[in-house]
């Protein structure tokens, strides 16, 4: 029984232990994200090393590169924090979530609307960033079309709802739909409209979702109806 009861206690330390190394991993992984991001805003992503990074999120070179993988991988870290929005949920998820529950397709349409709030200003910069790094940067040019595609490969997902129910402009197919969602959730455009000419967000927000509803939906019917 003491034997046991030793073994018990051994082992409860052990997972308090494993634990306490996750969470901090957790802690240390989120502080190196939130620095490797505000560095490469502000000095850009050629000027930003790893070491750099590491020095002020006070971890060690190797760590940065065994949890990330480089540069690139921060990267890619910075953006997938970004699209996960202001929610408890991911922003990804939350979507699917409405696409489930909602039946009418304005409505389904005008609530990705609202999730481009959350998500286009915390991702916009950073895929700006990748978009002007390749310029000069192979890694970044690959980067900004595995990016590209991973968009428009959502917006298909996004654009198949409306396909599937039927509720698709006549002469619209699925591809065109989908490349016409891929272009209204552009940080281009969204750095042009909020960025550039310095729209609020709620009226930039308003203008994606009617714009989707023109150019998706069939036309609503107008006149009396007899």
Known sequence: MLWTESRCHVNTTRTYDASGRRAQARRSRTEVVSTARRLFLASGYSATTVAAVAAEAGVSVE??????????????????????????????????????????????????????????????PILLLVRDAGVTDPEMALLRAEMDHARLKRMTHNATTLASRGHLREG???????????????????????????????????????????????????????
């Open 63 to 124: 760590t940065v590169y065994k949890t990330f993988g480089g540069k690139p991988g921060l990267v890619r870290a910075i953006r997938d924090e970004a699209l996960t929005g202001a929610g408890p949920e991911p922003a990804e998820r939350r979507s699917d979530e409405l696409q489930a529950t909602e039946t009418d397709p304005s409505a389904i349409i005008r609530g990705w609307a609202r999730l481009t709030l959350e998500v286009s200003p915390r991702v916009t």
């Open 172 to 226: 619209l197919s699925l591809e065109r739909a989908a490349e016409v969602m891929w272009t209204y959730s552009s940080p281009e455009l969204f750095d042009l409209l909020v960025g550039t000419l310095g729209w609020p967000l709620e009226q930039y927000g308003d203008f994606v979702a009617d714009a989707l509803v023109a150019a998706l939906l069939p036309p609503s019917p107008t006149g009396p109806i007899l």
